[in-house]
């Protein structure tokens, strides 16, 4: 019963195949009809915009793409429709890639400005591409026939129009549900951490890119053969300012948000062209001004969008008929992901040697020196603005060498990683915790911790994002929950893996960091001020993982500032101040230097 709950919303949607059956009038069927096809490309802005934090203007493009090409195929050389949606699909994703190789490398506000950009330039080819009918468009598109039917009407093509939304729902809510929609989400916790985890942000950000471009190719071929003819008009840059509205007004990061969106706004647009000219008059397109408002107004006070407060309105007064919030199911019994074989205790595991890193004229890290040995606590410590961070980020691929080496163990000997980025350096087994907490706040502790595993057992980034959309990754999703669950019973947090993680505690979202980087497998465990933020108590508990983590073979390096912490915790110990080392040695030893005394405490008398 409560499987069938869980799949309430789709089972409505699926009843609304039903319409066109019964005697409504003809404009709701029209109304529909659009609804429907701006759901389809606001899906793909969910998934790009809200889940991926990459704005795009430039959709109705790619909406055009697929109109045109269909089009195009169907009147002038008597192709199938059918055979007119895969060459427009296969246009698309050859000029997604195109376009996403130059404007995925864009941040900030450059990125919008360049959506905005090759949306106008495609807009613009429309308009003056003389075999499209230039401005004029293509007339005469034949209908579509579906199994025997000849989809020639408004209210045939109304149950083609949701049948695809809603596989395409389905279809997006499983790509999130797996390795590579973690991967996709990881994104809103910035690229660092991503690729810390072994994510390649660019790749990912691309794929999105062709995936949303694709959703919005499909509508424009729906609309192409719905409408009977195409012009430039609906694919401007308004109509990709308007799918970006339906998207954010839904809930940007809602998949949901986006049917919502799509359906206040068409209502809306409607109603507001029949009672603004009447109040206003006919000289210019007030919608505009009032979507705007509303807009300021939502970014106001609802800034997830409708869909969030709408979903817990009905929860609370219809919770007998909705389900509760779904949480992963853990099987313990699913095969476990393949482990690299740990170096012998003692073993030499990373070396650095002579390590320089200069911003302009200051030299940050200044020819430092030191080695990291299998099975061992290594702490490296000194005043702030020693360089211990900057240190870290060299040795984790965050930063590149200005000069020196660092080499990391290999089964054929230490390797030179210096220049390599983060996600090749986890894959060789170093992961990492960072100063300041970077998790995902609204993904439960267990999804959390499971991206530290993205690596693990991985094939190819195409192949799995197919196989994750129709479910064939079943096994491995297993494994790699199981895995997650296993690291949170390691550390102690198993109780907590459903909860969000932005529910707890500040010593426990350091614990949760620590878990997600023993999921990448590593031979060493890099901790950025672990101990930073926590109370007595929660240090002492975080002393004890850490000890019972060496005692089972971990090699840990931390930067530290709780002197008490290291002293009690660490094997040895290495002294930074202003970039150069100036002391190593074990704990006791480092107590009594005199270098040391002298940056710490300005020397005694």
């Known amino acids: 019963m409560k499987k069938i709950l869980a799949h309430g919303q789709f089972i409505l949607l699926a009843a609304l195949l039903l319409i066109p059956a019964l005697p409504v009038p003809e404009f709701w069927i029209t109304l529909g009809n659009y609804i429907g096809l701006y759901a389809i490309v606001a899906l793909g802005l969910v998934l790009l915009t809200g889940i991926g934090g990459l704005t795009s203007f430039g959709q109705a493009a790619f909406v055009g793409i697929g109109a045109y090409t269909s089009a195009y195929l169907s009147t002038t050389l008597a192709y199938s429709p059918w055979l007119g949606l895969i060459a427009g699909l296969c246009i698309t994703i050859i000029a997604a890639l195109a376009i996403g190789m130059i404007t995925m490398r864009l941040s900030g506000h450059y990125l919008p400005l360049g959506t905005i950009a090759w949306g106008l330039s495609l807009f613009y080819l429309f308009g003056n591409a003389e075999f499209l009918g230039k401005y004029d468009g293509l007339n005469g598109i034949p209908a579509?026939?579906?199994?025997?039917?000849?989809?020639?009407s408004g209210r045939s093509m109304f149950v083609l129009i949701w049948l695809i939304l809603i596989l395409c729902m389905i279809a997006i809510q499983h790509l999130l549900q797996s390795r590579p929609g973690r991967a996709i989400r990881a994104l809103k916790g910035g690229v660092v951490m991503?690729?810390?985890?072994?994510?390649?942000?660019?790749t990912v950000k691309l794929l999105i890119f062709v995936i949303a471009a694709m959703l919005a190719s499909i509508s424009g071929w729906?609309?192409?053969h719905l409408q009977r003819a195409v012009n430039p008009t609906p694919f401007g840059l308004n109509a990709g300012i308007e799918y970006l509205f339906m998207t954010v007004v839904g809930g940007a990061g809602q998949v949901w948000g986006a049917l919502l969106g799509s359906a206040l706004l068409t209502i809306l647009k409607d109603k507001l062209q029949t009672i603004l000219p009447a109040l206003l008059g006919t000289e210019g397109n007030f919608e505009i001004i009032v979507f705007g408002v509303l807009l300021v107004l939502l970014l106001q006070y609802a800034r997830d969008g409708v869909f969030p407060p709408l979903a817990r309105f009905c929860r609370f007064f219809f919770k007998n008929w909705l389900p509760e919030k779904q949480t992963l199911i853990v099987n313990r019994q699913a095969a476990a992901l393949p482990k690299r074989d740990k170096p012998a205790a003692n073993i030499l595991?990373?070396?650095?040697?002579?390590?320089?890193?200069?911003?302009?004229?200051?030299?940050?890290?200044?020819?430092?020196?030191?080695?990291?040995?299998?099975?061992?606590?290594?702490?490296?410590?000194?005043?702030n603005g020693a360089g211990k961070s900057t240190m870290f980020n060299l040795i984790s691929g965050v930063l590149p060498l200005t000069g020196g080496a660092i080499r990391f163990y290999s089964d054929h000997g230490l390797q030179n990683i210096a220049g390599l980025p983060s996600r090749d350096i986890v894959q060789?087994?170093?992961?990492?915790?960072?100063?300041?907490?970077r998790l995902l706040s609204a993904m439960s502790v267990l999804e959390n911790v499971a991206i530290g595993a993205h690596l693990r057992n991985k094939g190819n980034e195409v192949v799995d994002v197919i196989n994750s959309i129709i479910r064939r990754d079943r096994k491995i999703e297993a494994s790699l929950l199981a895995e997650a669950s296993s690291q949170l019973e390691r550390v102690g947090l198993a109780h907590l893996m459903h909860e969000e993680a932005g529910s707890l505690a500040l010593g426990q979202q350091r614990i949760l960091e620590?878990?997600?980087?023993?999921c990448c497998d590593p031979i060493l465990l890099l901790l950025d001020e672990p101990a930073a933020g926590l109370r007595y108590q929660e240090k002492q508990e975080l002393a004890a993982l850490l000890k019972k983590l060496r005692a089972e073979g971990?090699?840990?390096?931390?930067?530290?500032?709780?002197?008490?912490?290291?002293?009690?915790?660490?094997?040895?110990?290495?002294?930074?101040?202003?970039?150069?080392?100036?002391?190593?040695?074990?704990?006791?030893?480092?107590?009594?230097?005199?270098?040391?005394?002298?940056?710490?405490?300005?020397?005694?008398e």
């Open 428 to 437: 060789r087994g170093i992961a990492r915790s960072f100063q300041h907490v």
């Open 222 to 224: 729906l609309y192409a």
């Open 144 to 152: 579509i026939h579906f199994f025997g039917f000849v989809l020639n």
């Open 514 to 518: 620590i878990a997600r980087a023993l």
């Open 194 to 202: 991503a690729e810390a985890m072994g994510v390649n942000t660019f």
């Open 349 to 383: 595991i990373l070396e650095v040697d002579q390590a320089c890193k200069q911003f302009g004229g200051l030299l940050a890290v200044n020819a430092v020196q030191f080695n990291v040995h299998a099975g061992q606590i290594l702490g490296l410590i000194g005043p």
């Open 554 to 604: 971990m090699s840990i390096l931390l930067v530290e500032h709780d002197m008490d912490f290291v002293m009690n915790l660490t094997d040895h110990l290495v002294v930074m101040e202003f970039g150069t080392k100036i002391a190593e040695g074990e704990p006791q030893m480092i107590q009594q230097h005199p270098a040391v005394l002298e940056a710490y405490l300005g020397g005694v």
